[in-house]
T-cell receptor, first 115, second 112 residues
Framework: GAVVSQHPSWVICKSGTSVKIECRSL??????MFWYRQFPKQSLMLMAT?????????EQGVEKDKFLINHASLTLSTLTVTSAHPEDSSFYIC???????????FGPGTRLTVL | GDSVTQMEGPVTLSEEAFLTINCTYT??????LFWYVQYPGEGLQLLLK?????DKGSNKGFEATYRKETTSFHLEKGSVQVSDSAVYFC???????????FGQGTRLTINP
């Protein structure tokens, strides 16, 4: 069965609104989760590392005020795209890390379309 | 820094053909190596992995051998099926690290 869930699986929103994407670890508690962004026909770009109980660590070039990450529990991390614009349209994928062996499990992704 | 280079796609083959997707890496120490597969509209699934030199990962008829002397982890399958059509990503995880470094992905299409 699925190890990681994401919700919603797709969302369409108007420019200027904010969108929240949830990532849940279903099988184990995860201290660390990652958020990726994937453009069509391209590889995954790591956006940030989400650490339970502390601030997220953002990759260079990713706006932390634009992409708010909250890792409030060991099974849930959220990514909020604030004041979304059409250029934020993308496929967002999260992953969870199993602490015992650092293996990563990926969510099914969320497709965001900003009109 | 660490990096992964995959052969450029797209790759189109006929059913039952032999498949090779090349992957080379640059990393210090002893990274772990992975192949992930992404089916249309879905997230990534781990296909196989190898954690030390000369290890062979295998799953669903796919194989890859960790070659430290050539810094390679080429993906092979003897006889592909239409259902193997997907995007394949080679990735590494540095020694002691949690982050994955991905190659650019190779789109594979298998025609009946």
């Amino acid at each position: 069965g699925a190890v990681v869930s994401q919700h919603p699986s797709w969302v369409i929103c108007k420019s200027g609104t904010s969108v929240k994407i949830e990532c849940r670890s279903l099988d184990f508690q995860a201290t660390t989760m990652f958020w990726y962004r994937q453009f069509p026909k391209q590889s995954l770009m790591l956006m940030a590392t989400s650490n339970e109980g502390s601030k997220a660590t953002y990759e260079q070039g990713v706006e932390k005020d634009k992409f708010l990450i909250n890792h409030a529990s060991l099974t849930l991390s959220t990514l909020t795209v604030t004041s979304a614009h059409p250029e934020d349209s993308s496929f967002y994928i999260c992953s969870v890390v199993r602490d015992s062996n650092n293996e990563q499990f990926f969510g099914p992704g969320t497709r965001l379309t900003v009109l | 820094g660490d990096s992964v280079t995959q052969m450029e796609g797209p790759v189109t083959l006929s059913e039952e053909a032999f498949l090779t997707i090349n992957c080379t890496y640059t990393a210090t120490g002893y990274p772990s190596l992975f192949w992930y597969v992404q089916y249309p509209g879905e997230g990534l699934q781990l296909l196989l992995k190898a954690t030390k030199a000369d290890d062979k990962g295998s799953n669903k008829g796919f194989e890859a051998t960790y070659r430290k002397e050539t810094t390679s982890f080429h993906l092979e399958k003897g006889s592909v099926q239409v259902s193997d059509s997907a995007v394949y990503f080679c990735a590494l995880r540095g020694q002691g690290a949690q982050k994955l470094v991905f190659g650019q992905g190779t789109r594979l299409t298998i025609n009946p």
